[in-house]
């Protein structure tokens, strides 16, 4: 059952907080369960001051990062140590203090020549660490996936228009992203879709008119729109500066 909510922070930073709070719940409850936490990561700046806080908080020291894997729900088609990389941007923050096993971080090898093989390789290589218990109707179950929304409606990399859009059977594509004139690797639909949690972090004010279209107009036609857990939660996490359009009721 998919089940939806709002929830609206003062700034950004406060909004990094009550995410990591949230990730810490959801992982000391997936461990309690099945003795494991997915996570599937997202770039960009709100979620980086995450990755940060994770890193250095005291209010995360306890984190289980022992029994905690770390995947990529999209990658630029960069090697890993240019600066729009994805993975350089988390390494820089969440891996910084050392307390993430590198075994537990699962990199898109976006180095390849070929954004079609990279793709290829790395759901071969999420297919070999997920068992058939942590897959429903033939997709991983993600503990929590983190997304966020571009001002296009975009999310992961799943651009308007684009390819990747109608993909329904496999788990990971080279997604052609025509306003950029590049792929990107991205998780497909099914793959969010079948997720026990989504958090959908959404910080700035470049995002309000986006925002507004999306969960006021429900015109149902960005992207974003078809992140529809199958039977999962699915949380807007906003600041104040996104939410300035939407009704104070909602």
């Avoid at 890193?55 to 990529?72: G, I, M, Y």
């Avoid at 995002?207 to 999962?232: C, F, I, N, S, Y």
């Amino acid at each position: 059952m998919n089940q939806e909510s709002r929830q609206v922070y003062a700034d950004a930073d406060a909004l990094a907080k009550a995410a990591g709070l949230d990730l810490l719940r959801l992982a000391n409850e997936a461990i309690a369960a099945r003795d494991i936490f997915t996570l599937a990561l997202s770039g960009g700046s709100t979620p980086k001051k995450l990755y940060s806080l994770l890193a250095t908080d005291p209010a995360f020291v306890d984190f289980p990062w022992d029994k905690t894997h770390l995947f990529f729900g999209d990658e630029r088609h960069v090697p890993p140590t240019d600066k729009e990389s994805n993975y350089l941007m988390v390494s820089q923050s969440l891996l910084s203090n050392g307390s993430v096993p590198a075994k537990h971080l699962h990199r898109v090898p976006a180095e390849m020549s070929d954004a079609g093989a990279a793709a290829a390789e790395y759901e071969t290589d999420m297919r070999a660490f997920f068992p058939s218990d942590l897959l429903t109707d033939g997709f991983p179950r993600f503990d929590a996936i983190l997304l966020g929304m571009g001002p296009d409606g975009h999310t992961a990399s799943l651009f308007p228009g684009s390819k990747g859009l109608e993909e329904n059977s496999r788990w990971v594509v080279a997604n052609w992203v025509e306003k950029f004139k590049t792929d990107r690797i991205t998780f497909t639909f099914p793959v969010l879709n079948a997720a026990r949690n989504i958090l959908l972090l959404v910080a700035g004010a470049d995002k309000t008119e986006m925002l507004h279209e999306v969960l006021v107009d429900k015109q149902g036609t960005h992207p974003v729109e078809r992140v529809r857990p199958v039977d999962g939660a699915k949380v807007w996490m906003l600041d104040q500066a996104a939410a300035a359009k939407l009704p104070t009721s909602s």
